[in-house]
């Protein structure tokens, strides 16, 4: 209530993309308050769950986008996150689209964005990683989602995501393969099938390439796809994620559709929040139906898309989500949310 009535307000008055930057770099730097915030906002650990070789200590992760650099990954874990992912990231720093590029829909609790994969490039966030390292817990996991730059062809985007999986393989836990940004012209070409299997399947080599010539383990690999595609794309992709040995999919990025909404700020972009949260439960189901056919090697689903609260959450644990993260229910919710979900 305190956030919403009094912290809320004063953010909302502010243009969303400078106070999310500003807040972003201030709590970067306060890591004195971080015992404090641990305090207050910290779920009572919900359950230690052991998922593809990694373990988390609640179900609950920052989702792609909201720390795209890393600079606050000691943060994410005082306010109780068991996991983040950094992100998108792409091989060379690039600024992205022209401002204003974040919108508020207050009426309908979500957001409209055209970042377009602003980022300081895959070599400044690998420091950022292993900065943040030296002082994380072992249990505090860490996701890179890679993509691709905005000059890079479509067809050579391949070497994008290599660029980047390579050059982040040693600070990430696990990788999320972005290719269902709406904001990045081109981008969701890679969903079609003749990009989507070269892709996944050049990754799957470097992957296990770099594992045997470091004797460890491969990454864990997800795929992040989007709420707007047909039935059968969906399967489609489904079929691709088994075929390539990926770790699982990530159910939904944003979404293009403007369905039912009361505000009247049309722009373009990718949609998040409430209005998105059917749509993403929809494309969640649907892989867990595809699963249960697929019961000997099933994939691993994480379940994003407007979770405000522990309906929301427990919904998209119904719908075959082992983890589930959240963006916009934390600008509208607050810290407090982590709270209202697990406890
Ligand atoms: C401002 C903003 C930036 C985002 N940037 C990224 C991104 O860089 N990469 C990505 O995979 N998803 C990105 N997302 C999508 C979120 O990770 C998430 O999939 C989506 O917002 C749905 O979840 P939500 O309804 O809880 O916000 C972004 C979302 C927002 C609102």
């Known amino acids: 209530m305190f956030y919403k009535i009094f912290i809320r307000s004063i953010l909302f008055l502010f243009d969303a993309e400078s106070i999310h930057n500003f807040t ?3 709590f ?3 890591t004195f308050l971080y015992p404090i915030l641990k305090l207050i906002f910290s779920p009572e650990s919900d359950s230690v769950a052991e998922l593809k070789g990694l373990k988390f200590k609640n179900r609950l992760g920052l989702a792609a986008g909201f720390d795209k650099n890393g600079i606050a990954i000691r943060f994410w874990e005082a306010l109780g996150f068991s996991h983040l992912e950094v992100g998108t990231v792409t091989p060379l720093p690039q600024p992205g689209n022209p401002k204003p590029r974040i919108f508020r829909l207050k009426e309908d609790e979500a957001i409209i964005n055209r970042l377009g994969f602003n980022n300081k490039g895959a070599e400044e966030v ?5 900065e943040a390292r030296k002082l994380t817990g072992k249990d505090f996991v860490i996701g890179v989602n890679i993509g691709k730059n905005k000059n890079t062809p479509i067809k050579e985007a391949v ?4 660029k980047c999986f390579e ?3 040693d600070v990430a836990d696990y990788f999320t393969i972005n290719i269902s940004s709406p904001n990045t012209e081109g981008l969701r070409l890679l969903q079609e099938e003749e990009y989507l299997d070269e892709l996944l399947s050049e990754i799957k080599d470097l992957n296990d390439l770099i594992s045997r010539s470091n004797s460890e383990q491969p990454k864990s690999v997800f795929l992040k796809i989007a709420p707007d595609l047909t039935p059968d ?11 390539n040995k990926l770790s699982g999919i990530i159910a939904t990025n944003t979404t293009v559709e403007r369905l039912n909404l009361k505000s009247r700020i049309n722009e373009q972009g990718g949609l998040s929040g409430k209005p998105l949260k059917q749509m993403s439960d929809k494309v969640l189901k649907s892989l867990n139906d595809m699963n249960r056919e697929n019961s000997d090697d099933p994939v691993l689903l994480i379940g994003v898309g407007g979770v405000f609260d522990n309906d929301d959450y427990k919904s998209k644990l119904n719908n075959g989500a082992s983890l589930v993260h ?3 229910g934390l600008i509208y ?4 949310i982590l709270k209202k979900i697990l406890n």
């Open 28 to 30: 970067s730097k306060a």
């Open 233 to 243: 794309m969906t399967g489609l992709i489904y079929k691709l994620v088994v075929k």
């Open 159 to 162: 070497n994008d995501y290599k």
């Open 326 to 328: 959240i963006y916009t």
């Open 126 to 130: 690998r420091r950022n990683i292993l």
């Open 24 to 26: 972003l770099n201030f």
């Open 333 to 336: 919710e607050g810290p407090s």
């Open 167 to 169: 050059k982040l393989f």
